[in-house]
């Protein structure tokens, strides 16, 4: 049972350097989410996915992308990384919006 | 948006019931409610979730009154491995983007 798989588990990346953070599902789960958690805080919704080719801000997508070109992946692109996206990324998906959400192990993000 | 409050941590002691409430004074009609557990290094995991009265499962109960602005996530006789972060979330039948974690209550266990 992989669930949620995200990739890579940690990763350092210097100011303005960009990065794919990758999401794969296994559950055919219609939707999928990426959150970021600051240390203490809570998760924040950056983007997520009501199927391929569908996808839409959530409260923090400023200075982040997605694509969803099938129903497995959903991939978090970091253009021009930045000091304030030192975070730890959390992947999930869930069947419809109101079923509860599977995680992944996040991406441990710092940028130096 | 509905807004959720949640205690910042609790303590309690192996063997006790451990009440956990979220205030979400805004909570709009369509709205649910969702509790996770967090250990540290790990994503999310789903406990409970419900709309309305009482919901339980295997590892926890919901109680969710009748003017719905809160919940209360109860453990049964917890132990050691309960110790963790718990979020309430209040999320949208309608939209995904609606959805909002509190910051959590940060649970410890003693023996």
């Known amino acids: 049972n992989a669930g949620v798989t995200q990739t890579p588990k940690f990763r350092i990346l210097k100011i303005g350097q960009s990065m794919t953070l990758q999401c794969t599902q296994d559950m055919n789960h219609n939707y999928m989410y990426w959150y970021r958690q600051d240390p203490g805080m809570g998760l924040k919704l950056i983007y997520y996915?009501?199927?391929?080719?569908?996808?839409d801000k959530g409260e923090v997508p400023n200075g982040y992308n997605v694509s969803r070109s099938t129903t497995e992946d959903f991939p978090l692109r970091l253009e021009l990384a930045a000091p304030s996206q030192t975070s730890v990324y959390f992947c999930?998906?869930?069947?419809?919006?109101?079923?509860?959400?599977?995680f992944g192990d996040g991406t441990r993000l710092s940028i130096l | 948006l509905a807004k959720t409050t949640q205690p910042i941590s609790m303590d309690s002691y192996e063997g006790q019931e451990v009440n956990i409430t979220c205030s979400h004074n805004?909570?709009?009609?369509?709205?649910?409610i969702t509790w996770y557990q967090q250990f540290p290094s790990q994503g999310p995991r789903f406990i409970i979730q419900?709309?309305?009265t009482k919901v339980t499962n295997e590892v926890a109960s919901l109680f969710i009154p009748a003017d719905r602005k809160s919940s209360t996530l109860s453990l049964p006789r917890v132990s050691l491995s309960d110790t963790a972060v718990y979020y309430c979330l209040v999320g949208d039948n309608s939209s995904a983007s609606k959805i909002i974690f509190g910051s959590g209550t940060r649970l410890s266990i003693r023996p």
């Open positions: 805004n909570i709009a009609t369509n709205d649910y």
């Open positions: 996915s009501v199927g391929a080719g569908i996808t």
């Open positions: 419900g709309y309305k």
């Open positions: 999930a998906s869930s069947r419809t919006v109101n079923q509860p959400q599977h």
